[in-house]
């Protein structure tokens, strides 16, 4: 089935570990998106990217690196991970702003 | 600066009963509109849309919203929920610049009861 993909599903990490979360869309869209989610807060932007080989920052970026792999693929990485980041992560993807995004399933990651 | 408000966090309601989860926004240009379901443990789905042409729009599962420009509102319908409809209910509006990226609201828990 078209559609997002997110690898894993569930981590736990200790302070100061590093992990990369892993992002894959068969949609053929230019635009893929990190968010995460916390309660009460919606979803905010970590970061995007328009197209293959260009990425930006979002709304909250710090603690986090980004690669636009290729069209299909948009990882996001902790380097150090802070038990603030502890978070569902959701990646998306758009075909254009009055196209809907289309989600992953998230990444429910706990650091402690 | 644009920014989407859903007053109300949690809403309960018995099954079968009406219900309207609010939402508010703000935004100094063209308004597209949208209102994402999230089922527990899953991903947001999108439950529907308002881009232009006729206030009200309607979902595939009796869902509705009515855009209403002069009260900037979108606030989400139902005139009989069932225990389904149990999920959380995002109100989303995209930002001006060309990241086509979604600014969400804090969410609302619709919560349906026997």
């Known amino acids: 089935n078209a559609g997002v993909t997110q690898t894993p599903k569930f981590q736990v990490l200790k302070t100061g570990q590093s992990m990369t979360l892993q992002c894959a869309q068969d949609m053929n869209h230019n635009s893929m998106y990190w968010y995460r989610q916390d309660p009460g807060m919606g979803l905010r932007l970590i970061y995007y990217?328009?197209?293959?080989?260009?990425?930006d920052k979002g709304e909250v970026p710090n603690g986090y690196n980004v690669s636009r792999l290729n069209k299909r693929e948009f990882s996001l990485r902790l380097e150090s991970a802070a038990p603030s980041q502890t978070s569902v992560y959701f990646c998306a993807t758009t075909g254009g702003v009055h196209q809907p995004q289309h989600f992953g399933d998230g990444t429910r990651l706990s650091i402690l | 600066a644009q920014s989407v408000t859903q007053l109300d966090s949690q809403v309960p309601v018995f099954e079968e009963a009406p219900v309207e989860l609010r939402c508010n926004y703000s935004s100094s240009v063209s308004v597209y509109l949208f209102w994402y379901v999230q089922y527990p443990n899953q991903g947001l789905q999108l439950l529907l849309k308002y881009l232009s042409g006729s206030t009200l729009v309607e979902s595939i599962n009796g869902f509705e919203a009515e855009f209403n420009k002069s009260q900037t509102s979108f606030h989400l319908r139902k005139p009989s929920v069932h225990i389904s409809d149990t999920a959380e209910y995002f109100c989303?509006?995209?930002?001006?610049?060309?990241?086509?990226?979604?600014?969400f609201g804090s969410g609302t828990r619709l919560l349906v009861r026997p």
């Open positions: 990217s328009a197209s293959e080989g260009t990425t």
């Open positions: 989303a509006l995209p930002g001006m610049d060309s990241s086509y990226k979604l600014i």
